[in-house]
């Protein structure tokens, strides 16, 4: 590179000549030269100011592309990468505790219209309506023939009407693919399953969603792709499950109840082998939710776990176990039951005549409303009501239905003498039958509390322990002498030694003005066999009347008692349990030797 | 000279890994068109499984099979299980052993010996 001189001879010398100062030169050259230095730095940094926005802007653009393209195209499924199963990304199966299928889901097609795209709209519309007879054919011309450029016709289609729908031959109807929830079994165990309907749609998949019960409860669990469609396995068993449903439905019609609930629970694992209400529904064609009225009535309602009742007399046996446990009676001690027992304006009484004294044993047996009242009065308030917390029977059961928060037991704002008075022969107290379950397995199974579960457990459950287990073991032998010879002898099975509770309580009146004098819910409460309890089975009717006799009968011993009999007849073989039959002749073999 | 040799060494090499990564990639592409053609195989294959266990779970539904007994009770007699059907091994009868051929019959008539033939 040739530098310019900052003094340059030649023109030093003319400047001297003409008298200038030859350092102006000198200053004016240097000038001049940084001037084409800054000239030169300024471009190679403009230069490099483009390069590095050109590289920013390639590389925004890149991301922003890339992005634009991920949000505008359709999600595609990573085939390529290796993650777990791809295929199997279906709601999984539910199924019973042998796994016989519960619930399952089923390929089908929703059908769509995009009316710009038809040709005779008119024919389309008529058409469409011939095959599915519960669409109004003016309406769908309106749609079709409107400014709408998506119409959903059907959410699901059969085979046959995706053929019929075909042979329409309009371009502007289409098919988008579907999974629909099957319950091939119907209304059985229609409230444990609940039913599932759809969430978010789109047009060539839909999200399936449970809507009630288990499906609601596991949505989350069902919907895991993570568990590659591993089936969800109850504790409820199919055939048992259908034959107390029959049992239940003949007996709520001969005794014409409103509704009935019955729930068959092992006393050991705590899992529910049955669990029916009725009325009950199909959950393939889920009813509509009540508006107007008492949910109650819906066949919707789960009256086995969201329904608490006054179940009567049922409770009494907690009052003598808790009074066995403190060592405030035994069996055989004689309990005053004389009665009235006044508490200002209330009046206790029993609904028969009864001796004035009894054993604590007769008391059960009877079913003496005052000898009852007196062993909690024994008790007291406080500990009654720790007692009855450590059954379970003041709190929500932990079952895994949705609706279970809503089965909330109602208990008196205010505990006083009078309430422990009444809760120890069940008035006063609302639970569901659940709730009545799960306190009687507790007696059953040798006083360790257990929680009633839907899903299959294999192994027992061991719990705190509520009460000793001789106490238990003799509420249990106080629960079978009122089978053989108290108010539950129609409740013998022969063979199944059962051992129960019948519990009749009159109806409140909706508007709170006191009781119905008419009509009941009477309840059984058992357990068998005795001499080794399995299972407990508990019978709830509502309203339910015996009119074989003079008068109407409306008492659990003559309505849930004989159902309740029934359904251990029925199920009992179904569960594998043999019967005790007692051998007519000894059969034996003599050894001899001579 | 030998700059040149390592300049047509490296073009061929280019040229050579080139040939290997367009093969390597028309192989990759067969190799994800295959899978996901049995991909497609055998989630149709499920959902055929799926269909076909839904069909049998709705065809031994039991309110079905409870009809089905019944309508078939005079060939099947089939009952609900209870308690009677339960037996006990001590109940069932030993085989009663079959009576031995006669092989001498005795003729205890005191009429004589009978000419017709021996209904034995």
Do not use: C
């Amino acid at each position: 590179m040739i530098r310019t001189p900052l003094r340059p001879l030649a023109r030093v010398l003319k400047a001297r000549e003409t008298g200038e100062d030859p350092s102006a030169i000198e200053k004016e050259n240097l000038r001049l030269r940084h001037e084409a230095m800054a000239d030169r730095s300024r471009a190679r940094a403009e230069s490099r100011l483009l390069i590095l926005g050109a590289a920013f802007a390639l590389a925004f653009g890149t991301i922003g592309v890339r992005m634009s393209t991920l949000a505008g195209s359709m999600p595609e499924e990573p085939r390529v990468v290796d993650s777990g199963n791809p295929i199997i990304g279906q709601r999984a199966d539910i199924v019973d505790r042998n796994g016989r299928i519960l619930a399952t889901n089923l390929a089908t097609h929703a059908l769509y219209a995009q009316p710009h795209q038809m040709i005779e709209p008119e024919r389309a519309a008529r058409e469409l309506a011939e095959i599915f007879p519960d669409l109004n054919e003016e309406r769908l011309l309106k749609d079709f023939t409107g400014s709408r450029k998506f119409v959903w016709v059907r959410r699901q289609i059969s085979p046959e009407q995706l053929q019929q729908v075909h042979d329409i031959g309009s371009p502007g109807l289409l098919f988008g693919p579907r999974e629909m929830r099957l319950y091939p079994n119907g209304p059985i165990a229609a409230h444990v399953l609940g039913g599932a309907s759809y969430g978010r749609e789109g047009v060539s998949s839909a999200e399936v969603i449970g809507v009630a019960g288990i499906e609601r409860r596991f949505d989350d669990l069902l919907r895991d792709p993570a568990n590659e469609g591993a089936p969800l396995e109850l504790s409820l068993d199919l055939t048992v499950q259908a034959a107390a449903e029959e049992v239940l439905a003949g007996g709520m019609a001969l005794l014409n109840a409103k509704g009935a609930a019955s729930i068959i629970m092992d006393i050991h694992s705590g899992e529910i082998i049955s669990l029916a209400s009725l009325p009950d529904f199909d959950p393939n064609n889920r009813p509509p939710v009540l508006t107007t009225g008492d949910q109650s009535d819906s066949p919707l309602f789960n009256r086995a776990v969201q329904g608490v009742y006054e179940l009567g007399s049922t409770f009494k046996i907690f009052a003598v176990a808790q009074a066995m446990e403190l060592g405030l009676i035994n069996p055989a001690t004689m309990i005053d039951t004389t009665g009235p027992l006044t508490f200002g304006r209330q009046r206790i009484r029993d609904f028969h005549r009864m001796d004035p004294a009894m054993t604590a044993t007769d008391v059960i047996v009877e079913s003496s409303n005052t000898g009852t009242a007196r062993i909690a009065l024994q008790i007291g308030g406080q500990r009654q009501k720790e007692f009855l917390a450590d059954l379970g029977l003041t709190e929500p059961t932990l079952i895994e239905l949705s609706e279970a928060p809503s089965g909330r037991p109602l208990l008196p704002p205010r505990w006083g003498e009078v309430n422990t008075a009444t809760i120890s022969f069940g008035h006063g107290l609302s639970t569901s039958p659940l709730h009545l379950a799960q306190a009687y397995a507790i007696i059953a199974n040798g006083g360790t509390r257990v929680t009633p579960t839907l899903l299959r457990r294999d192994a027992a459950q061991v719990g705190p322990r509520v009460m000793r287990s001789e106490v238990a073991l003799r509420s249990v032998d106080m629960l079978r002498q009122v089978v053989t010879r108290g108010t539950a002898s129609m409740g013998e099975v022969a063979g199944y030694q059962v051992a129960g509770k019948t519990g009749t309580a009159d109806k409140p009146k909706a508007n709170g003005g006191g009781y119905y004098d008419d009509k009941t819910i009477t309840t059984f409460a058992s357990l068998f066999p005795a001499s080794d309890p399995q299972y407990v089975v508990v019978v709830t009717l509502d309203e339910p009347v015996e009119s074989s006799g003079d008068d109407p009968r409306r008492t659990a011993g003559w309505t849930a008692v004989p159902v309740a009999a029934e359904m251990i007849r029925r199920v009992a073989p179904l569960m594998g349990i043999r019967p005790q039959i007692e051998p007519t002749v000894q059969a034996s073999v003599t050894l001899s030797s001579n | 000279m030998m700059r040149f040799v390592m300049y047509i060494a490296a073009a061929l090499a280019v040229m050579g890994l080139g040939f290997w990564a367009y093969q390597e990639n028309y192989r990759t592409q067969t190799a994800i068109k295959d899978v996901r053609r049995l991909q497609a195989q055998i989630g149709d294959a499920h959902e055929r499984l799926g269909m076909l266990r839904a069909e049998w779970a709705y065809l031994n539904r039991p309110d079905r099979l409870t009809d089905l007994a019944e309508l078939n009770f005079d060939r099947l007699g089939l009952l609900p299980l209870s308690p009677d059907s339960f037996g006990d091994a001590r109940y069932i009868v030993y085989p009663i052993p079959d009576i031995l051929p006669i092989t001498n019959p005795i003729d205890v008539t005191s009429i004589g010996p009978s000419t017709e033939e021996d209904p034995l």
